[in-house]
């Protein structure tokens, strides 16, 4: 017998449900004890989206038949790309890090904070990577700490400072390391960084040392 599934989907952890090629738009059903599982003799299984069978054709023929489907894979549609989109904007942001950790590693690894969520202020910066008159930027960095100087590892790089850390001001506030440099190694301009650093204090111990 031939059901019209537009709109619907039946599951059942009792039966096995055979699809069979039919109509547009309806299956055959063939009720049988099994696992709940689907089998598809006709050659058309699920993941081909061509078929008749596929999700995307139910759900397109539900949706015109139910606008609350429509709405349901609208909104589903929409957060898998905004997830797909952050995924992507962090592999790059940890590729282009570890490109520049890898320069700094002869430099001698003191220690190093992994991404964390930092508030960066340029002004009047100019420097080899990058140059703002004015910029304000709250996202994911990584502060390493190397025998010659503390450097911010971003899309870009920034150097804060070098010993014996004259020229850096450095302080914890709630918790947060707080960085402040008016004569950052190899630029010029103001460098304001706020970083949310789970062993702010540690970071701070190292910096007076």
Excluded at 18 to 34: I, Q, R, S
Excluded at 153 to 160: A, G, K, N, S
């Amino acid at each position: 017998m031939d059901w019209n599934v537009a709109g619907m989907w039946v599951l059942s952890p009792m039966t096995q449900i055979k699809a069979f090629d039919g109509p547009p738009n309806t299956v055959g059903f063939a009720p049988e004890k099994g696992t709940g599982c689907f089998s598809f003799p006709g050659g058309q299984p699920f993941h081909r989206w061509k078929s008749s069978l596929s999700p995307f054709h139910l759900w397109l023929t539900a949706s015109m038949d139910n606008p609350m489907m429509a709405v349901l894979g609208g909104v589903a549609a929409t957060a898998l790309f905004v997830f797909a989109l952050v995924q992507f904007i962090l592999y790059g942001v940890r590729r282009v890090a570890a490109a520049a950790f890898a320069k700094l590693e002869p430099e001698g690894i003191v220690r190093r904070s992994g991404l964390v969520r930092t508030h960066l202020k340029l002004r009047g910066y100019s420097g080899p990577e990058v140059t703002h008159s004015s910029a304000t930027s709250i996202r994911k960095a990584e502060l390493v700490l190397t025998k010659k100087g503390l450097v911010l590892l971003m899309p870009f790089t920034i150097r804060l400072g070098a010993p014996p850390w004259n020229a850096l001001t450095a302080e914890v506030v709630e918790g947060k390391l707080h960085l402040v440099t008016e004569q950052p190694p190899d630029a010029k301009g103001r460098v304001e960084i706020t970083a949310h650093l789970p062993d702010a204090e540690t970071w701070l111990a190292s910096l007076r040392s």
